[in-house]
């Protein structure tokens, strides 16, 4: 959530930066005349509390048991025009939070303009594409084929968009999960086990309500929401706590399933496991000191991109331009993987710093040093990785003729030493 006195005090410059990202100055408009009504009206009621209190004490000195009775009279009519008044400054300050959570956070100085993905900026392709003497297959014909991944199952128990990892199929999402939580370990995060089911407050604090409700699955008799990322339950651990400067930064790291209500076409984008309902994701999560953020964003992003090199999978990475980065966000770096079967690149990891946004929202702070007044942490994510498509990329990478598929160095002792997956269809 961006500070109202930013916007009261340079709302020029936040304007202009909000319009980089496309978003129309009017908006912030619109929370400062909420705000300026409110605050008027703020005046207006200390005035007439004020009023009343001073009456209140002549009352009691009058002799006069006419005028008192007359004063009296007056107070209540005044109680209830305070009354009434302190109703249109809670509507008012409703209004003001309602639309001040519309507004996205500020991309930094350094994030290029554009109005879509076609402005990102790719900084860096690491790793050689694999020549294949075979045609690549994509991962639906080589899951099928090795009976580790089963569309027709998954959509006849779910629906569309769900599918069943079986056999090898499920061992090597296991490892790959196993893997990065034990890599991400040694990097300095701590895993933390959290809940896969959040309260709306958690997820207002992460920024996720009200922008995405419509993404988002909600249980309405319990009022709980399954988590579209750990991000949500993360970000919640130090709500309203008040951290030491000694503590950050505080690193974790997080396995979870993650749900979203994705409207998704039919067409390739949605073909076999790279986009569903239902996906697993490891997250990294950093609370920091605000002067080290930017910093801490780019081992962030190296932390990110190390996953992929040990893997030994061709990637990329961008920085988004202002138009392509998350609404929380205020500078962005995409890693991509390759995905010889799909011919594509396809997102695993978003590197992202969001400042203050979400910990204002969660009123997380720390203090500089004893008996300095509290501070807003900043707060960065980034998934490590992104499940699915990190196995599309570890199947199609690692592919051979016979359609079997290899296993990566690193994942191998987490599959008890297995180094091929071969079909047992027949066997």
Not at 223 to 228: E, H, M, N, T, Y
Request: glycine share 6%; proline share 4%.
């Amino acid at each position: 959530m961006l500070d109202i006195r930013l916007l009261r005090e340079q709302t020029d410059a936040v304007k202009a930066s909000l319009a980089r990202a496309g978003v129309d100055p009017a908006a912030v408009d619109a929370v400062l005349g909420f705000d300026e009504q409110r605050r008027a009206l703020l005046t207006e009621v200390e005035r007439l509390k004020a009023h009343r209190n001073t009456t209140s004490k002549e009352i009691s000195t009058l002799k006069d048991a006419a005028l008192r009775d007359t004063k009296i009279a007056d107070m209540r009519a005044l109680g209830d025009r305070i009354s009434d008044l302190d109703k249109q400054v809670n509507d008012l300050e409703a209004a003001q939070l309602a639309a001040i959570l519309e507004l996205r956070n500020l991309p930094h100085d350094s994030v290029p303009v554009g109005a879509d993905e076609e402005g990102n900026v790719v900084i860096q392709t690491i790793g050689t594409k694999r020549s294949f003497d075979f045609a690549p297959k994509p991962h639906w014909d080589l899951g099928t084929s090795l009976d580790i991944i089963d569309f027709e199952r998954g959509v006849k128990i779910s629906g569309s968009r769900f599918y069943i990892l079986k056999g090898m199929g499920s061992r090597l999402q296991r490892a790959l999960i196993q893997w990065l939580l034990d890599l991400h370990g040694k990097q300095g995060y701590t895993e933390v086990y959290t809940p896969f089911v959040v309260k709306e407050l958690s997820l207002y604090g992460a920024r996720q309500l009200p922008k995405f409700r419509d993404n988002l699955y909600h249980d309405a008799e319990e009022d709980l929401w399954l988590v579209p990322t750990a991000e949500v339950p993360v970000t919640n651990i130090h709500r309203d706590e008040i951290l030491d400067v000694t503590q950050l930064p505080i690193n974790y790291c997080a396995y979870t399933p993650c749900f979203r209500r994705e409207k998704m076409s039919a067409g390739r984008d949605v073909r076999g496991i790279k986009r569903g309902h239902q996906f697993d994701k490891v997250e990294m999560y950093k609370f920091v000191h605000p002067d080290t953020s930017y910093a801490e964003l780019e081992q962030l992003r190296l932390d990110a991109e190390e996953t992929c090199r040990l893997l030994g999978i061709p990637y990329r990475t961008k920085v988004l331009c202002t138009g392509d980065m998350g609404f929380a966000s205020t500078k962005t770096y995409d890693i991509e993987v390759w995905a010889p079967g799909q011919d594509e690149w396809l997102e695993v990891s978003s590197c992202s710093n969001v400042e203050t946004f979400q910990a204002r929202s969660t009123n997380i702070r720390f203090r500089p040093e004893a008996g300095a007044k509290p501070e807003f942490v900043h707060t960065l994510n980034g998934s490590g990785l992104g499940v699915p498509r990190t196995m599309i990329a570890i199947m199609e990478n690692y592919q051979n003729a016979d359609g079997s598929i290899t296993i990566p160095d690193v994942l191998r002792p987490y599959m008890g030493g297995l180094d091929v997956i071969r079909s047992t269809k027949h066997a």
